[in-house]
């Protein structure tokens, strides 16, 4: 009992919700791209998938975990039924036999969620998530990357708004 009342609370200070923030990251993190098979990031969500409609659950409860989570920081109504929708989505894709698996390696509805948290964290200051991400790397030293990646990031990436070196 002890376990929950520490911690599944809502965080009251910074260093819990950077604790709180590193395990929601963590779960993504297994879920969607712990290994890299032949260039393609795996989690345990799409290996689990596999068993049918028993491992479909398991993802979807572990996923709703990691949304139950995310609820702790309080964030709105709305972006939390986006999250919904795209743990929904992933589950119903996974069970189609055969497609719904092959389809579950490529869509990562943790990290879409993890990062529609980040981008609601950094608008609302409450966890400096840049520099929590470069201070604790995951094992592999990538930070996941949902969809939702900000088009300055894009832009940074391919080197577009970087000055030119020809001294225009």
Known sequence: MEYFKRYHREPRTEAERENLYGRIRTIAYWLDSFATVGGLNVGLEAIIGLIPVIGDFLGLFASLYQIYLCF????PVNLM???LANVLIDFVVGLVPWIGDILDFFYKSNQ????????WL???RLVDVHKYNWEHPLSN???PQGRN??????AHAAGVGMGSSRGF
């Open 149 to 154: 990646r900000s088009r300055s990031s894009r």
């Open 81 to 83: 039924l986006r999250m």
């Open 122 to 124: 950094v608008e609302n």
């Open 112 to 119: 879409y969620n993890l990062t529609i948290l980040s981008n």
């Open 72 to 75: 702790l920081f309080g964030i």
């Open 141 to 143: 030293g990538m930070e």
